[in-house]
């Protein structure tokens, strides 16, 4: 399968752990994003890579969060001092750059805080 | 106001019906638009990507009305298994970055 994979596929924790996801983007895609999505709302933008660059940031994000893509393949999405709020799916997309480019979407990572 | 809206629904439509939801987007400027599928508790997937002509695909047909910045979304001879949450999404700037509605929920009724 060479779709778009993300692991864990469920997380469960305690309020105040770290949590780290990974995402792995289709391989010939140089964008990669990650979104956020509760019940009921469409994705919540987070963030997004072109290659490695981070090139933008959702100005909804605290500072707990932080993404890397350190040789523009594979990401992670670390959360520190989890909160209940951050209870959510974790979505990763990727796709090409340009006109008409659609994102395809990973199966997603459901965090838990307890 | 939001940059794409959508009816959140549900809409309840009996099988074989022909059912339409239409996608309001703010930025003028905006070239990319697609409608995807979400079932729940999965991940969105592409349902088809929407052309300024218009397209068809199967029993779905998609529509951009620059004029008024919107796009639709026409689902003919309806299936139960049309039953989703349908998401509109429109580029939000010149760097191709895609912005998401909250998707408008589609049920079909036997």
């Known amino acids: 399968d060479t779709g778009v994979s993300q692991n864990p596929r469920h997380k469960i924790t305690k309020r105040g752990q770290n949590v780290t996801f990974r995402c792995d983007p289709i391989s010939e895609h140089n964008r990669l994003y990650w979104y956020r999505q509760t019940l009921g709302q469409g994705p919540e933008f987070l963030t997004y890579f072109q290659n490695e660059a981070q090139l933008e940031k959702s100005r909804l994000l605290s500072d707990r969060f932080s993404a890397e893509r350190p040789k523009g393949s594979f990401s992670t999405l670390e959360i520190q001092r989890t909160e209940q709020g951050d209870s959510a799916m974790y979505l990763c997309?990727?796709?090409?750059?340009?006109?008409?480019?659609?994102?395809?979407f990973g199966d997603g990572t459901r965090l838990s805080i307890l | 106001r939001k940059e794409v809206e959508q009816d959140p629904g549900p809409f309840n439509v009996p099988e074989g019906a022909t059912v339409a939801f239409n996608c309001t987007y703010s930025n003028s400027a905006s070239q990319s638009f697609f409608w995807y599928r979400q079932d729940c508790r999965k991940e969105p997937k592409l349902l088809m990507s929407v052309y300024s002509s218009g397209n068809e695909d199967g029993r779905f047909t998609a529509q951009l009305n620059r004029a008024s910045q919107y796009i639709s979304l026409l689902i003919r001879d309806s299936k139960l298994s049309d039953s989703a949450t349908y998401l509109c999404?429109?580029?939000?700037?010149?760097?191709?970055?895609?912005?998401w509605g909250a998707g408008t929920k589609l049920i079909i009724k036997p």
């Open positions: 997309a990727s796709s090409r750059t340009g006109v008409n480019q659609p994102q395809h």
């Open positions: 999404v429109g580029e939000l700037d010149s760097n191709y970055q895609l912005i």
